[in-house]
């Protein structure tokens, strides 16, 4: 079982930054791919970026490629999200979620993904 609680967030203007963090407890977090999602208001959780559980392997969604990064350190057990040039499209809360199965890809479907953190709120002003 993974436990994961989220920091970071908040209010920004467009074009500036802000960093994400989840911090996990549990003995699987290593092993686990992990993902973050958000989700607008009156629309559906989206995937945005995600992580092998090794780390080596990173994808991301078309509208955040170039501008965020993902990165995990499995000795800490943290996943990190680095937003840069944020965009007012970018609100929404953010969600940190460990993947269900062991020792595979990040997967972009929600379905996929067992533990969640409690979400953040990001806000990018006009």
């Known amino acids: 079982q993974v436990q994961l609680v989220q920091s970071g967030g908040g209010l920004v203007p467009a074009g500036g930054s802000l960093r994400l963090s989840c911090a996990a407890s549990?003995?699987?977090?290593?092993?686990?791919?992990m993902g973050w999602f958000r989700q607008a208001p009156g629309k559906e959780r989206e995937f945005v970026s995600g992580?092998?559980?090794?780390?080596?392997?990173?994808h991301y969604t078309d509208s955040v490629k170039g501008r965020f990064t993902i990165s995990r350190n499995n000795n800490k057990k943290t996943v990190s999200l680095q937003m840069n040039s944020l965009k007012p499209e970018d609100t929404a809360v953010y969600y940190c979620?460990?993947?269900?199965?062991?020792?595979?890809?990040?997967?972009?479907?929600?379905?996929?993904?067992?533990?969640w953190g409690q979400g953040t709120q990001v806000t990018v002003s006009s």
């Open positions: 992580v092998s559980w090794g780390g080596e392997t990173t």
């Open positions: 549990g003995s699987t977090f290593s092993s686990r791919a």
């Open positions: 979620a460990a993947q269900r199965n062991t020792f595979s890809a990040a997967s972009e479907n929600v379905l996929e993904y067992e533990y």
